[in-house]
């Protein structure tokens, strides 16, 4: 079974910058969507960006707003979210997640494959 490994989190001052990475294992990227989500403590998981097998993107407000940017590179097995401006009320585990009908969803209950997540800290 496709498996996923999150890296790339930690502590970041207001207004920095980090690059989150989405690597599978076992099994090729190709076929899939990826998704990035993201739970903050007491929230409810929300969705952050997803891009396609073909590429296509769909954002959410954060993303849509230019400060995140999600991207695949199918030959390094790699999809990564790219968080620019970053805020305090962006903190939480993020994590990414694969569906196995290749376009995107917004709806989190149709990824059934999910990585174990990675702390993003925003906090001077």
């Known amino acids: 079974q496709l498996q996923l490994v999150e890296s790339g989190g930690g502590l970041v001052q207001p207004g920095g910058s980090l690059r989150l990475s989405c690597v599978a294992s076992r099994f090729t990227l190709a076929p899939y969507a990826i998704g990035w989500f993201r739970q903050a403590p007491g929230k409810e998981r929300e969705g952050v960006s997803c891009i396609s097998n073909f590429g296509t993107i769909i954002n959410t407000a954060n993303s849509e707003k230019g400060r995140f940017t999600i991207s695949r590179d199918n030959a390094k097995k790699t999809v990564y979210l790219q968080m620019n401006s970053l805020k305090s009320e962006d903190t939480a585990v993020y994590y990414c997640?694969?569906?196995?009908?290749?376009?995107?969803?917004?709806?989190?209950?149709?990824?059934?494959?999910w990585g174990q997540g990675t702390q993003v800290t925003v906090s001077s």
């Open positions: 997640a694969a569906r196995p009908i290749g376009s995107c969803s917004r709806n989190s209950n149709e990824f059934n494959v």
